[in-house]
């Protein structure tokens, strides 16, 4: 079991950064490929990013490649996504959530709560 705790959203005018982190529990944390996602009012949620258990895989979408990373810290049990570079399509809300397969993202079974980032031109 995986409990999920998303920070760091907010609001920030475009070209802005933000550092999103995802705080999680349970000693199986470092056994999962781990992944942001988000969802803009009207839209499906898709994946934004997501890094296999030991950091040697990682995926971007395209929209965000060049100016968002993600990274983690197993030792502290988070996962972190800087976004640099901020434009006004990137106004969602942001998920993580953890997955037992890095690409296989609807097998991601374990969801934070989300947290919203507002982008403003």
């Known amino acids: 079991q995986v409990h999920l705790v998303e920070s760091g959203g907010g609001l920030v005018q475009a070209g802005g950064s933000l550092r999103l982190s995802c705080a999680a529990s349970?000693?199986?944390?470092?056994?999962?490929?781990m992944g942001w996602f988000r969802q803009a009012p009207g839209k499906e949620r898709d994946v934004v990013a997501a890094?296999?258990?030991?950091?040697?895989?990682?995926y971007y979408a395209d929209s965000v490649k060049g100016r968002f990373t993600i990274s983690r810290d197993n030792a502290k049990n988070t996962v972190y996504l800087q976004m640099n570079s901020l434009k006004p399509e990137d106004t969602a809300v942001y998920y993580c959530a953890a997955g037992p397969i890095l690409m296989n993202f609807y097998d991601y079974n374990y969801w934070g709560q989300g947290t919203q980032v507002t982008v403003s031109s």
């Open positions: 349970g000693r199986t944390f470092s056994s999962y490929a």
């Open positions: 890094i296999k258990w030991n950091g040697g895989s990682i």
